[in-house]
């Protein structure tokens, strides 16, 4: 049983570009968040979907929008790209309020 | 605004020694608390998890934490650690029920020496 998968793993992409990145949650989980981890910080909660629809949002800018599929899986796409947006971006998938299973990440850099 | 501190951001520790990992919370009501692990390379864990009832939550390879509310920390423990205990543990919280919003603190690195 696959658990949470994210690619691509890692992707430069310069300043003012757009990104998307990509998260299938595990499976029979309905649920998809997605975290930012700057270097030498915890992870920071973006956003979380669920049926869809954006159910949570962080304090993240409107640049960082995200899309969940009927299947569950995810996208999160940030615009305008900055240097402060180079960090490694986790998602997260939970089938019950109580336990969630992280992927590996994809390490966006900025340049 | 709601945040979680860890005081410790690294910690050395020789093998079979004792462990205690700070964690405080800033949240009023009821809170859902939790300890991930990251090991070198690999994913985040959870390691254990408060939601409610006994406040002593025993969790995986030996873990446990103890949530205080009046002190409103969740601090992990561990008896005797071991060289595969190096890693990096997050502690988190969430105010909103279950994994909705989940504020994570900014880790403490742990390096056990053999």
């Known amino acids: 049983d696959a658990g949470v998968t994210q690619s691509p793993t890692h992707l430069i992409k310069t300043r003012g570009q757009q990104v998307t990145l990509r998260c299938s949650p595990k499976s029979g989980h309905d649920t998809v968040s997605w975290y930012q981890q700057a270097l030498g910080q915890g992870p920071q909660f973006i956003f979380q979907y669920y049926e869809e629809e954006e159910r949570q949002r962080g304090n993240f800018p409107d640049r960082f929008s995200g899309h969940q599929f009927p299947n569950y899986s995810s996208e999160l796409n940030v615009n305008a790209l900055l240097l402060g947006d180079s960090a490694l971006y986790l998602c997260?998938?939970?089938?019950?309020?109580?336990?969630?299973?992280f992927g590996q990440g994809t390490r966006l850099t900025v340049v | 605004a709601q945040s979680v501190s860890q005081h410790n951001h690294h910690v050395i520790l020789s093998e079979a020694a004792s462990l205690e990992l700070g964690c405080n919370y800033s949240?009023?009501?009821?809170?859902?608390l939790f300890w991930y692990v990251q090991y070198p390379g690999q994913h985040l864990q959870l390691l254990l998890k408060y939601f409610s009832g006994d406040p002593l939550v025993k969790g995986i390879k030996g873990f446990e934490a103890e949530f205080i509310k009046s002190k409103f920390s969740f601090n992990l423990r561990k008896p005797s650690v071991q060289w595969s205990d190096t890693a990096e543990y997050f502690c988190?919280?969430?105010?909103?029920?279950?994994?909705?919003?989940?504020?994570f603190g900014t880790g403490t690195k742990l390096q056990v020496i053999p």
């Open positions: 997260a998938s939970s089938g019950t309020p109580t336990e969630a299973f």
């Open positions: 949240y009023g009501g009821t809170v859902n």
């Open positions: 988190a919280a969430d105010q909103s029920g279950g994994y909705q919003k989940v504020t």
